[in-house]
């Protein structure tokens, strides 16, 4: 079996660490069959070759793509630039690829700039009511999913419009485009489907201070998360692995 790339975007060690273990877990991986790049640390490799992977997952992180260049740190624009960088090869092979968070960013603005921005559809930590669109009944990678779930989410910028190419599979009241595809195998999601209650605990404490909500609400937000009916997303990590693995 071909190993799964793993690209992560957080900074922090602690909140990178909890993520890499969690898309094991929920994937069903062990830590011999991918590769991970924190490209907080690391670029890409000179010489890497996506023929060598299965798929490409790549994480979350508290940049945005739609801030301004003299608004990102050196390292979130090293992050994004170096991300970016695998993006054409992957749309225009059709790559089998999972953006998650940070990551339907990535593709967005890969596919058209303008197109994620911090105008509409941001959503503060919580668990979002997310439904299946009829395309996403459809869709192997949302197969088991029930119609209706919850899936957490915390974002300041989303989607605003569909991209040409893209097929709308998830969306929620709050924030239509929770879940697109590019082609036939290039996905992403807004929500985070390898979190749980435990992950998104060691994230609040985290990003506390990060803009996301008032730091006096994070134990509220603890108490919320651990309160959520989040299960379902995580099958969508699965899926994607079971798919792609052969």
């Known amino acids: 079996m071909k190993p799964f790339l793993i690209l992560q975007l957080r900074p922090e060690t602690d909140a990178s660490d909890d993520e890499f273990r969690a898309f094991l877990a929920k994937g069903g991986l062990e830590q011999d069959q991918v590769h991970r790049i924190r490209l907080d640390q690391h670029g890409i490799p000179a010489g890497l070759s996506l023929d060598d992977y299965a798929g490409v997952i790549v994480g979350g992180g508290p940049g945005c793509v739609s801030d301004a260049p003299e608004k990102k740190s ?95 599979l998830v969306s929620s009241p709050r924030c239509p485009f929770q879940m697109i595809r590019f082609g036939k195998n290039v996905y992403a999601t807004q929500f985070h489907p390898e979190a749980d209650a435990h992950s998104f605990e060691t994230r609040i404490g985290i990003y506390k201070h990060h803009g996301y909500f008032p730091p006096e609400e994070a134990e509220a937000l603890v108490d919320m998360v651990h309160a959520a009916n989040v299960h379902a997303p995580a099958r969508i990590l699965r899926n994607f692995v079971t798919r792609y693995r052969a």
């Not at 630039?81 to 090869?89: D, F, I, K, N, V």
């Open 74 to 168: 050196p390292v979130e624009a090293k992050i994004e630039a170096e991300c970016l960088s695998l993006m054409p090869q992957i749309t225009a092979q059709d790559i089998p690829f999972l953006g998650c968070c940070y990551g339907i960013g990535i593709l967005g603005h890969h596919l058209e700039p303008g197109s994620v921005s911090k105008k509409n559809y941001g959503e503060p930590v919580s668990a979002s009511k997310c439904q299946l669109t009829d395309a996403g009944r459809s869709d192997p990678l949302l197969d088991g999913i029930p119609d209706r779930f919850e899936a957490f989410v915390g974002h300041k910028e989303a989607m605003q419009h569909l991209p040409d190419g893209c097929h709308h």
